[in-house]
């Protein structure tokens, strides 16, 4: 079981990034899909989660309005579409699944490895 996230990088404020997470080893039909990020010295935070099978989306107030979650089941991947960046979005990104209604922290089953998104100009 394996969940993969990959498309970080280093962008100035205003650009965006799309972050993917494609999971192996089990199927996300059934599970709640997340990202996760942590900045330097601070707690990791869920920055927005996408429910299964009602595909309901939540997000945390400061990314509402710029980043976008998806989900294709076909491609067993979540997607996290992020515009109008800005330096406090500087953390690594990670994804995680559960077969709870809501990702957390403490409710995650599985763990993607992180990718570094930094913002800075």
């Known amino acids: 079981v394996q969940l993969q996230a990959s498309g970080g990088g280093s962008v100035q404020p205003g650009g965006s990034l799309r972050l993917s997470c494609a999971a192996s080893g089990f199927t996300t039909n059934y599970y709640a899909l997340a990202w996760f990020r942590q900045a330097p010295g601070k707690e990791r935070v869920g920055v927005s989660c996408?429910?299964?099978?009602?595909?309901?989306?939540r997000y945390l107030d400061s990314v509402r309005g710029r980043f976008t979650i998806s989900r294709d089941n076909a491609k067993n991947t979540v997607y996290l579409q992020m515009n109008s960046l800005k330096p406090e979005d500087t953390a690594v990104y990670y994804c995680a699944a559960s077969t709870q209604v809501v990702v957390t922290t403490l409710t995650a089953d599985y763990w993607g490895q992180g990718t570094q998104v930094t913002v800075s100009s």
């Open positions: 996408v429910s299964s099978p009602s595909g309901a989306t």
